[in-house]
């Protein structure tokens, strides 16, 4: 009797866990995204969608992400506070823009003299990047991921060309992120303008010169119209937007369909890299043969030893500042050093050998 009835508790169980894991596989979910990018923004907005519909597929439909641009949600630069707040269940956008909330959050994106994007996917997925971030954001009740790299940004645009120190003093420019600490040490007045208004802020002379993305983006937004000098980058070598997830509405999620957001953000973001590279080769075509105004510069010699030694100094101040921050900025260090030593023997030779045939 005794056993018997143990016997039948056993079998109420396994009914029981087996009908709740049916009643779970046949859940079906929808996470409403904010992203940062107006509609139909390419590249950026591209990576929402294909990240969208590889979710839809893989997933038999059992999960489905509903996008908001901008012009919908009206907070292009609200997304963290959306997401931390379960207004939105997941964000699209970048983590330096919440540098002003939250410092630490500036290290995700890109990094002035930093790594390129190779290396810092590297960082990120086996050299304790993604646990960096996770600690960053576990207190805001969100879940950080990689969100698709740009590359090597563009130095940005400039009305007048730049010369010396001297004709950075008092220049307005956008320019997100640490770079934008790093210029305001050399004398520019930096601010951070959502992409929607970039265009009329230069045109109106709100600002002197703009920092956005690269040719494709670039291209699309007309500055080339308006601007002569095109600077190379130096600031964002690998510019990293990223996912942000709410972290109950995670914890709700079934485990295969947080395995397969986890492997559709990650194809996404690699999937941005190489659009990336394929969108600014045309475009710089483009811009090559229909805008001959436009010349490419690199700041000079002095400007660059300017900056690097800003760049140094502000990253040994915000070590001081914050336990966290000194940890990022020590792992991200000895990363590059280590990664880079491999990349000077690898990359860099080829383009050099390359160079010279
Ligand atoms: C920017 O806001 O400048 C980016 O590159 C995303």
Same mark, same amino acid.
């Given at each position: 009797?005794?056993?018997?009835?143990?016997?039948?508790?056993?079998?109420?169980?396994?009914? #029981?866990?087996?009908?709740?894991?049916?009643?779970?596989?046949?859940?079906?979910?929808?996470?409403?995204?904010?992203?940062?990018?107006?509609?139909?923004?390419?590249?950026?907005?591209?990576?929402?969608?294909?990240?969208?519909?590889?979710?839809?597929?893989?997933?038999?439909?059992?999960?489905?992400?509903?996008?908001?641009?901008?012009?919908?949600?009206?907070?292009?630069?609200?997304?963290?506070?959306?997401?931390?707040?379960?207004?939105?269940?997941?964000?699209?956008?970048?983590?330096?823009?919440?540098?002003?909330?939250?410092?630490?959050?500036?290290?995700?994106?890109?990094?002035?003299?930093?790594?390129?994007?190779?290396?810092?996917?590297?960082?990120?997925?086996?050299?304790?990047?993604?646990?960096?971030?996770?600690?960053?954001?576990?207190?805001?009740?969100?879940?950080?991921?990689?969100?698709?790299?740009?590359?090597?940004?563009?130095?940005?645009?400039?009305?007048?060309?730049?010369?010396?120190?001297?004709?950075?003093?008092?220049?307005?420019?956008?320019?997100?992120?640490? =770079?934008?600490?790093?210029?305001?040490?050399?004398?520019?007045?930096?601010?951070?303008?959502?992409?929607?208004?970039?265009? #009329?802020?230069?045109?109106?002379?709100?600002?002197?010169?703009?920092?956005?993305?690269?040719?494709?983006?670039?291209?699309?937004?007309?500055?080339?119209?308006?601007?002569?000098?095109?600077?190379?980058?130096?600031?964002?070598?690998?510019?990293?937007?990223?996912?942000?997830?709410?972290?109950?509405?995670?914890?709700?999620?079934?485990?295969?369909?947080?395995?397969?957001?986890?492997?559709?953000?990650?194809? =996404?973001?690699?999937?941005?890299?190489?659009?990336?590279?394929?969108?600014?080769?045309?475009?710089?075509?483009?811009?090559?043969?229909?805008?001959?105004?436009?010349?490419?510069?690199?700041?000079?010699?002095?400007?660059?030893?300017?900056?690097?030694?800003?760049?140094?100094?502000?990253?040994?101040?915000?070590?001081?500042?914050?336990?966290?921050?000194?940890?990022?900025?020590?792992?991200?260090?000895?990363?590059?050093?280590?990664?880079?030593?491999?990349?000077?023997?690898?990359?860099?030779?080829?383009?050099?050998?390359?160079?010279?045939?």
């Amino acid at each position: 009797m005794k056993i018997r009835s143990v016997l039948s508790a056993a079998v109420l169980a396994v009914a #029981t866990t087996f009908a709740a894991t049916q009643a779970l596989a046949q859940d079906k979910f929808t996470l409403k995204l904010a992203e940062t990018w107006g509609p139909n923004f390419p590249i950026f907005g591209d990576t929402t969608k294909r990240f969208a519909e590889t979710v839809e597929k893989m997933s038999d439909g059992r999960l489905t992400i509903r996008i908001d641009s901008a012009n919908k949600h009206k907070a292009p630069l609200g997304v963290f506070d959306m997401v931390k707040a379960g207004q939105y269940d997941m964000g699209h956008s970048a983590s330096y823009y919440w540098k002003g909330k939250v410092p630490e959050t500036l290290f995700f994106t890109s990094m002035p003299f930093g790594m390129n994007a190779m290396e810092q996917y590297a960082w990120f997925y086996h050299g304790g990047g993604m646990e960096l971030m996770q600690e960053v954001y576990e207190p805001h009740n969100m879940l950080s991921f990689p969100g698709g790299n740009t590359g090597v940004q563009m130095g940005g645009w400039f009305r007048k060309e730049i010369k010396s120190l001297e004709d950075l003093q008092g220049l307005k420019m956008r320019i997100p992120g640490f =770079a934008g600490e790093v210029f305001a040490e050399v004398g520019v007045n930096p601010t951070n303008i959502a992409p929607g208004e970039l265009y #009329t802020a230069l045109e109106r002379n709100t600002i002197d010169a703009v920092e956005w993305v690269g040719p494709a983006l670039d291209l699309r937004l007309g500055f080339q119209q308006i601007a002569d000098y095109y600077y190379t980058g130096w600031h964002e070598p690998a510019t990293e937007l990223q996912f942000l997830v709410n972290k109950r509405v995670w914890e709700r999620l079934p485990a295969d369909l947080q395995e397969i957001m986890r492997v559709a953000m990650r194809t =996404a973001s690699y999937d941005m890299l190489v659009h990336s590279q394929h969108e600014n080769a045309k475009a710089w075509a483009n811009i090559k043969q229909d805008y001959p105004n436009v010349q490419i510069k690199q700041f000079p010699e002095d400007i660059f030893q300017a900056m690097y030694d800003a760049n140094k100094k502000l990253l040994t101040e915000a070590a001081e500042d914050s336990a966290i921050a000194k940890k990022i900025i020590d792992s991200q260090l000895s990363y590059q050093e280590q990664s880079r030593a491999y990349t000077d023997i690898s990359e860099r030779a080829y383009l050099n050998t390359m160079a010279e045939v």
